[in-house]
Every structure is written in structure tokens, then in C-alpha cells.
């Protein structure tokens, strides 16, 4: 069996944007335009494609990301099937308790669309998402949606593309008409405006641009141009010396300048009123890059530990990144892989450089949202789903066994809350950690863990919100009832000095005996550029939040020991010396110790290093961190005082303020403990027409009264 379409016309791609920006919506007119859908399913009406979970129809928000095969032939095609692209489009989650999906999906993917709202222009989570988008360096076109909204402003939106997110923006398009009078969009490339008419928008109709737009056009038209020609030489100074150059050049080049992240040209419309998102997809075929144009993927060789890369071709060896793990009521646990290079068969044999295993891949699926399609085979360049591995978690490599490699590992973000959870019954009991286990397995930023000393089981996520969607599949997914405490912040402890300790364990019970001595330095861990990271001399280990220096010399410690002396440098920071919160951003120094030659071992190590630390630490001035919400809130001005007054009695710093339409904008950085029920009291406060959104932003110290009540606390 062959490949049925060419690498060259196939598309990764994701639409990401804030919540309520409209991605959903544009991701449904795009399945009616392909032909994936034969009806648009709206958000507000509870029937769109990629939103399937019960929970997401019920809250009209996505939660997790859905996967879509399509294809499309570009509308100045002429219908011409040779022309026929596949796109693989990933929706994703908009709010930021589900910020892991589009942290994941990009990680996968190889371009993406930005919606923006046309009356809010960038919002706290686009700036997020478009974070996450340059660090995995994944070229982005953008969409300035809803611009048949009241309030819609094009350019007000595209002046906050350029004043928050990047200076390469470009406007591709300009909209005719805003708000109620919103008709079409102006290209500026073809110098044609655009009407969309017939059922749904259906019929693409290309015009002359109305006399009142021309001067307009002809203005941003250059600006595009000059943006274009930056991208050769040669056409440049052709360019300067009066010619401009042809359109088949122009999309060339502009395509140069997508793939390579310097240019992200803006489009315009209202996917909502069914305008301007073919031209979109026609952008997507002609400015983001094919598997072929990004460059080979990086991992390393778990053999030898050296560089290795693998290209998107179906005849190098298969490698495939495991990105998302979904539990399926129908065919058991999914795994979400992108192919990178070479093919796989259903029933074949893949290897995981992590579990040093193989698996057996029982049936390959091709997702349509929550329906499946089964295929015999994937190539390179593909995303798909795999039924039947049992030890795969997300960021799993599968590879060739014969030529393995490690491609880079997803990093994901800490979870900021925790609560209680405990079964109602006993028949739930057993029920509740299968299911807690199944869903921490499907979402990296979910943590399940028990307190020892209560006996108590702790959940910790995102944010209210994220545990509050768990807590409701356990019930609906899992049939499991529980009872859930109040949400909990997820505070840690740092040290603020210097110390040093030695821990020393000896125990004799006759026979062989434990010995074990290690003494050490402890100092908080300083942040370093890329460039100190990679020149960490041999000796020094960075984990997230820990540091390890082992300057152990001439054997006083036999290095088959060592290992054990850092996990027990690990446990005993797992454990916090002032209420028991975990220990993080510390640097321990092993420098010195000693051993016996019949009864030292492994754990006897292990004891002494945990007791080290902790007593290190206690000496090394630690404090309680907490974590701080980067806050927005949209509110009417007449109550703005109020809400302006409420922050700051939450310990909250304002940052700034700014209009948007008739409301105005607060932005502040506030501590999360002081957040919780917030959305109620605003309600109350603003007569229920303000609304805000709140994001991690970083841990700071806690003042001295805080600390001193949450350590009560927790005695």
C-alpha cells in the first residue's frame, strides 16, 4: 500500500487562540468547507465536531484538543483535484486550566493559526500560547475574527498583534465594513476584494475593490511588499530600483518568510457570519510549511548518548513522538503519536527508549474528533492514534529498534492547586485510583498523591476549573462518587542562604550492619542563560527546581553510591523543613563523606543524604513561596474603583489599565490564595458584568503574618 498523498501536500496544523476568541467556530466552518461535516455545529448550540466531550457542550468551552483529518483544494484552484491538500488540524483548549493541550499539540505541530477576538484583539492567553508557539519556533498565520461583533476593530486589533506579541506582523487582508456592516475582505497580494455568499458562505466571490477602500489597500499593500522583498536580496534591490515583482514570486517569498518565522501576515473576517475562512485555508496552503520544509527533528541516540536526527521521509528509520494519551469508552486507551520519519504497520513491533521495551501496536486510527477511521499503515509526516500500548505515557519516543533515538521530551508546567478526594463509598474506593490513574496518565499536568500522615488522597492541576472537569469524568467516565475538599494552594519552600550539614547513619542489629556518611553544601540554585546551561561543567546535574554537584574525590565515597545519595537528596526535599511543602530552586554541593567496607549500601546512603539535606536547609534561612496569578479583568467604568480597590486589598499589585470598546481593562498580579470564589464577589460587585481571566505567572516569598498562618495550618 502506497502513500495516498504527496508529503508536500499535507499541512499540521493547529488553531489556538484565547478563550472565546472563536477558534471552535472556525474549526467547524473549516470541516463544512472541506466537506468533513455536511452541518455547522455551533458552540452556543452544543453540537460542533471537535467539542464531543459532555462536559465541553455543557460549558461551551473546549477542554481537550481533537484531531481532524481533512482536505481542501485552494479557491483559485478552479476545482482542480491535483491541487487537493491534506490538512491534520488539531483544536485546541483556549483556557488557560487546559493550557497543557496546546503546549503538547504544538510540540507536534508543524504551523498553526492564531485567532484573535476583533473587538479584544490579545488577550492574557494569546500572549501564552504564542510563548509556547516560539519555543517550539512552529510558523503562525493569524486571523482577526469576529469583526462583525459591535466594538470590532481591525486595526485596533492588529496594533496590539505588534504591540504585545511581535513587530513581523503584516496585514495580508483588510476587512470591508466592520461591525453590522461587515461585507467581505480586501487581499492585498491579488488587489481583489472578496464576497462570500450562497449557503453558509459557501460561494467565494471575487470583485474589483470598492473606490472607497483603494487609496487604503494601495497604502498596507506596500508595507506588505517591502516586508516580502526583505527576503532576497536580489528582489529587493529590483524593488528599490521600481520593479515590483510578480504574484507567483511575492507568494513565494512570503512563504519563505512564514516558514522561517520572520513574517506572520494577518487575515480578517467573521467565521461566526461564515467570511474569510477559505481564504485562510488557501493561506495555509500556500504560506505553512509541509513536513518537508521544517527542519529534521533533534534527539539523541539512548545508546551511545550522541546527536542523532531523523528527515521526513518514508524510508528513513520510523520515530514518532507519543503526545497525548486519551482514554476512548470504545476501543480502550489511544495513544496520539506524530510520525517523524519512515512508516508504521498495523501489528507491528515499535521500541521505547524510556521503558527499554518493545510493544506490539495492535490497530492504527485515523481521528475524526471522538469517530475513528482504521488504517493498515502511516507515513512520515502523519499524525494518527495507536490502540494496544500498554506502557506508552506522553512524551514517549517509538522508534526503530534497530536505529533507536530519544526525541526531546515535552516540558509541562506544575500544578498551582490541590484538594481532597475521597470515595464516598467502599465499592468506590478500588474504583477511584484506577480512574485517578487513567486520568493523570491521559494529562501530564494533573497529579495524584497521597498524605502519609492523614491518609488522605490529594488531586492537584491547574486551576479550579481543571479539577473541577476531573473530579466531574470520574463520575460520568468512571462511575465513581467522591467527596472533594476545598481547593488548596500549592505552596513550596526555597532557602534564602548558604549552610552546610553532614548526615551520618549507623545502625547495627547484628550480623551486617548499614553505614553511611555524606557531608554537603547547600545554596539556593541561580537561574543561568542558555549559554551557562549548556557550559555546566560535568560534575553538576539540573533537575526541575534542583541542582547536583558531586565533587566527591579520590573515592571517599565509592561512586556506585552516589546515585542513591542523590535520590535521597530528592526525597528530603520532597519534604519541606518549615510545613512539610516541597523543597525547590536548591543546589546541594556533595563534597565530602565516607564509608565502611563491609557494612555501607545503598540505602544506608540514601537515610544519610535525606537527613543532610533537611538539616541543611533548616539552617539555610528558608521561606514559604506561594504562587501569583497574572490577573485581567474586564469591567464597565463606573465600577472600576471597586474592583481596582478589591485587588489590592487581596495583596494584589496593579499593573496597568487600558480601555477595550466601552470597558476597561485591570491587569494585576495577585496571590492565588486570595483568588479563590473571586468570580462570585466580582459578579456581585460589578452587578454580574465584569469578567476576568487569571494565569500562572511565578512564585514569590510570602510575607512574614501569611507564612506564619499557613505553617499553623498545617500543624
Not at 218 to 230: D, G, P, S, T, W
Not at 322 to 330: H, L, N, Q, R, S
Request: glycine share 8%; hydrophobic share 40%.
Amino acid at each position: 500500500m502506497e502513500r495516498d498523498y504527496p508529503l508536500e501536500k499535507v499541512r499540521n496544523i493547529g488553531i489556538i487562540a484565547h478563550i472565546d476568541a472563536g477558534k471552535t467556530t472556525t474549526t467547524e466552518r473549516v470541516l463544512f468547507y472541506t466537506g468533513v461535516s455536511h452541518k455547522i455545529g455551533e458552540v452556543h448550540e452544543g453540537d460542533t465536531v471537535t467539542d464531543w466531550m459532555e462536559q465541553e457542550r455543557e460549558r461551551g468551552i473546549t477542554i481537550t484538543s481533537a484531531a481532524v483529518t481533512c482536505f481542501w483544494v485552494p479557491t483559485y484552484a478552479g476545482g482542480d483535484v491535483s491541487k487537493k491538500h491534506r490538512f491534520n488540524i488539531i483544536d485546541t483548549p483556549g483556557h488557560i486550566d487546559f493550557t497543557v493541550e496546546v503546549k503538547r499539540s504544538l510540540r507536534v505541530l508543524d504551523g498553526a493559526v492564531v485567532v484573535f477576538d476583533g473587538v479584544a484583539g490579545v488577550e492574557p492567553q494569546s500572549e501564552t500560547n504564542w510563548r509556547y508557539a516560539d519555543e517550539a519556533k512552529v510558523p503562525r498565520i493569524c486571523f482577526i475574527n469576529k469583526l462583525d461583533r459591535t466594538g470590532a476593530s481591525f486595526e485596533h486589533s492588529y496594533a496590539t498583534i505588534l504591540d504585545r506579541l511581535t513587530k513581523k506582523a503584516v496585514r495580508a487582508q483588510i476587512p470591508i465594513g466592520l461591525e453590522e456592516k461587515h461585507e467581505g475582505v480586501i487581499d492585498l497580494l491579488t488587489m481583489k476584494a472578496y464576497y462570500f455568499e450562497g449557503e453558509m458562505g459557501s460561494i467565494v466571490r471575487e470583485a474589483e475593490i470598492p473606490a472607497e477602500f483603494k487609496a487604503e489597500a494601495e497604502r498596507y499593500r506596500n508595507e506588505l511588499i517591502e516586508k516580502i522583498v526583505e527576503q532576497d536580496d536580489t528582489t529587493m534591490n529590483e524593488y528599490l530600483e521600481g520593479m515590483t515583482p510578480e504574484l507567483p514570486t511575492l507568494k513565494k517569498l512570503l512563504r519563505k518568510g512564514v516558514i522561517a518565522n520572520q513574517i506572520f501576515p494577518v487575515f480578517a473576517g467573521s467565521a461566526l457570519k461564515n467570511k474569510g475562512v477559505q481564504l485562510v485555508l488557501d493561506a495555509v496552503v500556500d504560506y505553512l510549511p509541509s513536513p518537508l520544509d521544517i527542519p529534521p527533528v533533534a534527539g539523541i541516540d539512548p545508546n551511545t548518548d550522541e546527536q542523532a536526527t531523523r528527515h521526513a521521509s518514508d524510508t528513513e528509520p520510523f520515530s514518532a513522538l507519543a503526545f497525548k494519551v486519551a482514554a476512548d469508552p470504545f476501543v480502550g486507551q489511544l495513544i496520539f503519536f506524530r510520525v517523524y520519519s519512515g512508516t508504521l504497520s498495523a501489528g507491528s513491533y515499535v521500541y521505547n527508549p524510556r521503558t527499554r521495551n518493545k510493544e506490539r501496536i495492535g490497530r492504527i486510527v485515523r481521528m475524526h474528533a471522538n469517530d475513528r477511521e482504521e488504517v493498515k499503515k502511516v507515513y512520515a509526516g502523519e499524525i494518527a492514534a495507536a490502540v494496544g500500548l500498554k506502557d506508552t505515557i506522553t512524551s514517549d519516543t517509538l522508534c526503530d529498534e534497530e536505529h533507536p533515538i530519544e526525541l526531546d521530551r515535552i516540558v509541562f508546567p506544575e500544578p498551582v492547586i490541590s484538594m481532597r478526594i475521597e470515595p464516598k463509598t467502599k465499592a468506590d474506593q478500588e474504583k477511584m485510583g484506577l480512574a485517578l490513574n487513567r486520568l493523570a496518565q491521559e494529562d501530564p499536568t494533573f497529579k495524584v498523591s497521597s498524605d502519609n500522615e492523614a491518609g488522605e488522597t490529594i488531586i492537584s492541576g491547574m486551576g479550579e476549573l481543571h479539577l473541577e472537569i476531573i473530579v466531574d469524568r470520574m463520575k460520568r467516565e468512571f462511575s465513581v462518587e467522591a467527596n472533594v475538599g476545598k481547593p488548596q494552594v500549592a505552596y513550596r519552600e526555597t532557602i534564602t542562604d548558604k549552610s552546610e550539614a553532614e548526615g551520618k547513619y549507623i545502625k547495627q542489629s547484628g550480623g551486617r550492619g548499614n553505614y553511611g556518611h555524606v557531608k554537603i553544601r547547600v545554596s539556593p540554585m541561580k537561574a543561568l542563560t542558555k549559554e551557562e546551561l549548556e557550559d555546566l561543567p560535568k560534575n553538576t546535574k539540573r533537575l526541575e527546581g534542583f541542582e547536583f554537584v558531586n565533587n566527591i574525590k579520590g573515592g571517599v565515597i565509592p561512586q556506585e553510591y552516589i546515585p542513591a545519595c542523590e535520590k535521597g537528596f530528592r526525597e528530603g526535599l520532597d519534604r519541606g523543613v518549615l510545613a512539610g511543602f516541597k523543597l525547590v530552586n536548591v543546589s546541594v554541593d556533595l563534597w565530602d563523606g565516607s564509608y565502611h567496607e563491609v557494612d555501607s549500601n545503598e540505602m544506608a546512603f540514601k537515610i544519610a543524604a535525606s537527613m543532610a539535606v533537611q538539616d541543611a536547609c533548616r539552617k539555610a534561612k528558608p521561606v514559604i513561596l506561594e504562587p501569583m496569578m497574572r490577573v485581567e479583568v474586564v469591567t464597565p467604568e463606573k465600577f472600576m474603583g471597586d474592583v481596582t480597590g478589591n485587588l489590592s486589598s487581596k495583596r494584589g499589585l496593579i499593573e496597568g489599565m487600558e480601555d477595550r470598546g466601552m470597558n476597561k481593562v485591570i491587569k494585576a498580579v495577585v496571590p492565588l490564595s486570595e483568588m479563590f470564589g473571586y468570580m462570585t464577589s466580582l459578579r456581585s460587585m460589578t452587578e454580574g458584568r465584569a469578567s476576568f481571566t487569571m494565569e500562572f505567572l511565578r512564585y514569590d516569598i510570602v510575607p512574614q503574618n501569611v507564612a506564619e498562618t499557613v505553617i499553623a495550618a498545617r500543624k
